[in-house]
């Protein structure tokens, strides 16, 4: 690694070591994945087969099509970056992991489905928490530098930002967040998989109505989807399912 990349390592390390936000976390991880030619990622618990709710996401610039696309096929059961997950501790390449895989056709399909949404090269940095908790920070793009240096760093720096995150999210938890009954009502709707329209008509309010409550849980929770504010009532038993 050479000095002026190991300056800009440094330089992002103890900005996300002075972050006082997740979004700052954010921001700083960003900086650090653009450098390098990647234009999404996501910090998550894994998906599983039985139930995609897991855990709140920590941070993510991840494509809304994407994630519909993902959720709505389930193509996680499927997906072979997420098996190869569960099978180590290292960090990976998307591109490495296929030519070492035997994929299954569905498996193929996955991938496919991923470089049309401009996601071709991915890389995954496995993190493993208190009492083996695991997360994920995955970064993709179209044709991201992942040569040895750029892993390196970028290893390194998903590390730090996953601690930060994770230790805001712990200070932030002392303030629990009260959503009103109509939010909690259509977020358990929503968990349901109803669409806005669709649970508009079943507590007679209009879709614009819904879609402002789940606004509003989103934005009490500081997440950027409504997957992350169902998973955060969930876990804050607001709603069931």
């Not at 709140?56 to 991840?62: H, K, M, N, V």
């Not at 290292?90 to 070492?100: I, Y």
């Not at 390194?156 to 109509?182: D, E, F, H, M, N």
């Amino acid at each position: 690694m050479n000095t002026r990349i190991a300056n800009a390592t440094l330089d992002t390390i103890q900005a996300l070591e002075r972050a006082p936000s997740i979004l700052k976390v954010k921001e700083a991880f960003r900086q650090a994945g653009d450098r390098h030619g990647f234009s999404a990622y996501l910090c998550s618990a894994p998906p599983s087969a039985r139930n995609e709710l897991t855990d709140p996401i920590l941070f993510e610039e991840w494509p809304s099509d994407w994630r519909r696309t993902y959720f709505g096929r389930r193509l996680y059961v499927h997906d072979p970056m997420l098996k190869e997950l569960f099978r180590t501790a290292d960090p990976f390449l998307w591109s490495e992991t296929m030519e070492r895989r035997r994929c299954s056709k569905p498996e193929r399909a996955v991938m496919w489905e991923a470089a049309q949404a401009k996601m071709t090269e991915g890389y995954v940095v496995p993190i493993y928490g208190v009492g083996g908790a695991v997360h994920v920070l995955t970064m993709t793009g179209e044709k991201p530098r992942v040569d040895i240096a750029a892993r390196a760093e970028l290893h390194l720096i998903a590390i730090y930002a996953y601690a930060r995150a994770k230790q805001l999210r712990r200070c932030s938890g002392g303030t629990p967040v009260v959503l009103r009954p109509r939010e909690r009502e259509v977020l358990g709707w929503a968990a349901a998989g109803k669409s806005d329209w669709e649970i508009g008509e079943i507590i007679g309010v209009t879709a614009s109505a819904v879609h402002k409550h789940i606004e509003s849980a989103k934005r009490k929770w500081a997440v950027a989807t409504r997957v992350q504010a169902i998973v955060e009532a969930i876990r804050q038993g607001e709603i069931q399912l």
